[in-house]
């Protein structure tokens, strides 16, 4: 895909809070696209940050969250669910008027009503990209390129914010559509959380001394499994009502396949593996 | 890898019954190893079988299987399992003594139980490779390099044929490893068929509406969703009951989570996610 360069940077300083994968991938976007002039990377380890510096991603960094957003137009916070509402709240308190703070989570009924308060600066979004690995080492510019942005706002969210919102995830290079924190919520519980549940399921009941029958199939679906457990914590905590729903959906599901083969229904059988392919010929 | 060339065929002329992915992928393995100096692909779709030749895969085609079981002295049924008892026995009413017949059916007991008659003629396998695309035209000469090939004798298999069989799985690039067909099927209920229940429940659950917001994750959790519902019918319903424990396995998984998010326990669900984590790490 050949990537667009702004002649004008859309918001000349960035501070992205927290650059692991998610964090460096956006750095590495925003300046490969001409996105914004200044990228500062914020967190907490300085060494890692340094790193981050050195393999390109950010132009500076800073342990002070505060400090950083004092001299930005924008703050993306791509922390750790259980964090964000904090950083968001630090950051707020710097900067001035007309400053915009967004987010990365994967979960956002939570967070957006806790920040409720913060309609002029802050609302809610959710690339939906990511991967199993962590770290910026694995971060990519691409990693957005025509991906689908959620953008979450309230109903008190300013347009002209919403406005800009949707330009900067454009830019980026990806969809933006929005969602209220709520649907939002109710849609990744499906489409990320629940394969994210069913694919940990998967991988915990294999056996040791079954792990070299393991081919293709088993990996590809246990992939995401792979993902730090202290993030998903978070992620299923604060969506657990909707998870929990998504789970009880699956499990009918599986209830009407184990009745199938129960009766020996090949007709049943057939059907409901052809139903599944259906919808997955479908993703394409 | 580099593919070793043997000086001598194993098996101066081999038939393989069914010429689409599997079939497809072991005819060029043969050939581009040297371990057949002729191979034969036996299929009921005339033209089909000429465009596999045409492709290379084969040296010639017969929609006789009678009659290439004659010529042959190791037939290989790579047709779906519920064709699979009645190919091989068509193969060894035609073929002199001492030739072998195998197949790569994903359920071995009963197959194996209803060959039980032939235990000089037939030795069960599975090489433990695939996809969920079909036909020859996705076939692969390396689709068997470094997998593993679970060959599956009954207490009366001969020694020398059970070697041979050894034999001729390493020459394709296996691993061979033995288990008794009700072992198999059990192993496979767990790393083959129950991930294929849970990618299709999973897949399933995906209303149309919820399309675009599916990222990598779900894709990759839903791939083998794709296979072919007839292909997979047969196969739930031959280890319907080894798979049905799989599915109460993995119940009991979900379960367990989702009383932990019930009782918003972060320790349980965290050591929850760790432990699949953990697992799905050894698979590296």
């Known amino acids: 895909m050949s990537t667009p360069i702004l002649s004008q940077p859309l918001e000349p300083t960035v501070a992205i809070v927290g650059v692991g994968l998610i964090g460096g991938s ?38 002070d969250l505060t400090q950083a957003a004092r001299e930005s137009q924008l703050v993306v916070v791509c922390t750790p669910v259980d964090r964000i509402v904090a950083d968001v709240r630090q950051a707020a308190a710097a900067m001035p008027a007309g400053s915009l703070i967004t987010d990365a989570g994967s979960v956002k009924g939570v967070i957006c009503e806790e920040l409720a308060d913060l309609p002029a600066a802050y609302i809610g979004s959710h690339p939906l990209a990511g991967s199993e690995k962590q770290g910026f080492e694995h ?16 109903k008190n969210s300013p347009p002209a914010q919403l406005q800009r919102l949707h330009a900067f995830g454009q830019a980026v290079g990806m969809q933006t559509c929005e969602r209220s924190p709520a649907e939002h919520d109710a849609i990744l519980a499906v489409t990320s959380h629940l394969p994210h549940a069913v694919a940990a399921a998967l991988a915990s009941v294999l056996a040791p001394e079954l792990r070299r029958f393991a081919a293709s199939g088993f990996r590809d679906t246990t992939r995401i499994a792979a993902g730090d457990p202290e993030l998903w914590t978070a992620i299923f905590q604060q969506n657990s009502a909707a998870l929990s729903n998504a789970i009880a959906a ?9 009745t199938a083969l129960q009766q020996a229904d090949s007709t049943a059988l057939k059907k409901w593996l052809a139903q599944a392919k259906t919808n997955r010929d479908a993703l394409a």
Chains 1, 2 share one sequence.
């Open 250 to 258: 699956l499990e009918a599901r599986l209830g009407a396949l184990k």
């Open 139 to 154: 971060a990519s510019a691409t990693l957005f390129d025509q991906r689908l942005c959620v953008i979450t706002p309230t």
């Open 26 to 63: 956006l750095a590495a976007a925003l300046k490969q696209r001409g996105i914004a002039k200044r990228v500062i990377g914020v967190g907490r380890n300085r060494l890692r940050l340094a790193d981050a510096k050195a393999a390109g991603l950010i132009d500076e960094f800073s342990t």
